[in-house]
């Protein structure tokens, strides 16, 4: 089973500030994009162990409540209206989900925990329908959001 963690800052996110100045000011996508926001998502396979409780003690370890808000879905991965989520991923190794794993299996004693992936959900607003914002995306991630040595995407609709 998948668990997996949206987590988004309730605070200012100065890196999709610097997103979206970047992609309005120098690269003109000012007439077409609203807003720009992000969120992490971490997604964590199980092999046994009740989803719900699962959830609730991995978001109190990798949630900062502080500063942070989080959604938990479980087998399953969907997004609100309103905005093209490009979920940016390594498809390299990935040490901080490495990490993550480990921790969560040596550290906390889940052993139940097979495997952590972590990925970047930008949440691109636009001001054009479905289609034509579903491209616009594509571009935005193909100049902008990743590093084609180190990086993947996909639009989540």
């Known amino acids: 089973m998948l668990i997996n963690l949206r987590v988004w800052l309730k605070i200012p996110d100065a890196e999709a500030a610097t997103v979206k100045n970047t992609l309005v000011r120098r690269l003109s996508y000012g007439k077409v994009l609203e807003d720009v926001k992000k969120e992490r998502l971490i997604s964590?396979?199980?092999?046994?162990?009740?989803?719900?409780?699962?959830?609730?003690?991995?978001?109190?370890?990798l949630v900062n409540e502080n500063k942070e808000?989080?959604?938990?879905?479980?087998?399953?991965?969907?997004f609100e209206e309103g905005y093209v989520p490009v979920k940016v991923a390594l498809h390299i190794e990935d040490g901080e989900a490495i990490a993550i794993r480990d921790r969560l299996r040596k550290r906390l004693g889940y052993q139940n925990v097979v495997d952590v992936k972590k990925a970047t959900v930008w949440k691109l607003y636009f001001r054009?329908?479905?289609p034509e914002a579903e491209i616009t995306a594509r571009e935005i991630a193909e100049k902008l959001l990743i590093n084609p040595h180190k990086d993947s995407y996909e639009i989540m609709i």
């Open 69 to 78: 808000s989080h959604k938990v879905l479980i087998d399953r991965l969907e």
């Open 44 to 61: 964590i396979q199980v092999d046994s162990g009740d989803p719900e409780e699962l959830a609730r003690a991995f978001a109190r370890e």
């Open 128 to 130: 054009l329908l479905r």
